[in-house]
Nanobody, 119 residues
């Protein structure tokens, strides 16, 4: 299984970015897809996620400024981030939980994409 993340970059405060992550390889289906972020010296923190049935979850720090969505046909998750703040600067990691068997799931992490918000 491979996760290909894209969409990071440098943006000014108040700007927007859209992160995407596509899962490919051998698995039955996608259970959950989400994003975490990490800054040097701190623990990785949850940002947003989308489950089966398109239920969505957001950290308080991004709620109201971000929208997460998934394309089941392409096994892809998107995170639209608006009104970005310098404190959103971090490496963003895609996370997926995949059904690999009838009763078995497995977690995977993407390689990380840098988001830098300048003030």
């Amino acid at each position: 299984v491979q996760l290909q993340a894209s969409g990071g970059g440098l943006v000014q405060a108040g700007g927007s970015l859209r992160l995407s992550c596509a899962a490919s390889g051998s698995f039955l289906s996608v259970n959950f897809m989400g994003w975490y972020r990490q800054v040097p010296g701190k623990q990785r923190e949850y940002v947003a996620g989308v489950g089966t049935g398109d239920s969505t979850f957001y950290a308080d720090s991004v709620k109201g400024r971000s929208t997460i969505s998934r394309d089941n046909g392409k096994n892809t998750v998107h995170l639209q981030m608006n009104s970005l703040k310098p404190e959103d600067t971090a490496v963003y990691y895609c996370y997926v939980r995949l059904w690999t068997g009838r009763d078995t799931t497995r977690d995977y992490w993407g390689q990380g994409t840098q988001v830098t918000v300048s003030s």
